[in-house]
T-cell receptor, first 118, second 110 residues
């Protein structure tokens, strides 16, 4: 299985500032994604992090607000820019990895980054 | 996009009880997963089950793809089963780009 770590695990930020969240995977993975979970809500896909090229954003999310980098197959960052209280959420990194035991692809989620914007 | 509806929205169980959670989806999918989000927010993959039946301990799941629904069974529930259960689906051309349902909040009381 893929082990995913995220930094920071939580943060409290002032409105108007930016925060960069890191996602590190212990093995090379084909696909990496960023999701958002607003308080009391379900998860929503923000974007697909593409290695070596610009991320692919879902409807309602733009690069200026959520710039994403993926320099290699094990690491990605998501920046939440010019934050407002509405950005208070849990941000989760997700990867698709291949199980060694079965060879089947499985989706994993990181522990999440809890962001509170004041 | 695909619509994903989960029922019931909330469920309170006494320890030892059995329960069934349902997920309906509006379009053909080749990826359906059940997740458990524990009270600390960690999301755990329970099943990848675009069709058929799978069992893992006290949990089992069945997906009837032709009728566009999936069921998650919890047997002999324990307090550690508490949390939110999410069903998530994706279409053939977007395997990892999951559309999540609203979830079922499960509370198991001693």
């Amino acid at each position: 299985s893929a082990v995913i770590s995220q930094k920071p695990s939580r943060d409290i930020c002032q409105r108007g500032t930016s925060l960069t969240i890191q996602c590190q995977v212990d093995s090379q993975v084909t696909m990496m994604f960023w999701y958002r979970q607003q308080p009391g809500q379900s998860l929503t896909l923000i974007a697909t992090a593409n290695q070596g090229s610009e991320a692919t954003y879902e409807s309602g999310f733009v690069i200026d607000k959520f710039p994403i980098s993926r320099p290699n197959l094990t690491f990605s960052t998501l920046t939440v820019s010019n934050m407002s209280p509405e950005d208070s959420s849990i941000y989760l990194c997700s990867v698709v990895g291949r199980l060694e035991t079965s060879g089947k692809e499985t989706q994993y989620f990181g522990p999440g980054t809890r962001l509170l914007v004041l | 996009g695909i619509q994903v509806e989960q029922s019931p929205p909330d469920l309170i169980l006494q320890e030892g009880a059995n329960s069934t959670l349902r997920c309906n989806f509006s379009d053909s999918v080749n990826n359906l997963q059940w997740f458990h989000q524990n009270p600390w927010g960690q999301l755990i993959n329970l099943f990848y089950i675009p069709s058929g039946t799978k069992q893992n301990g006290r949990l089992s799941a069945t997906t009837v793809a032709t009728e566009r629904y999936s069921l998650l069974y919890i047997s002999s529930s324990q307090t550690t089963d508490s949390g939110v259960y999410f069903c998530a689906v994706a279409r053939t051309d977007s395997w990892g780009k999951l559309q999540f349902g609203a979830g079922t909040q499960v509370v198991v009381t001693p």
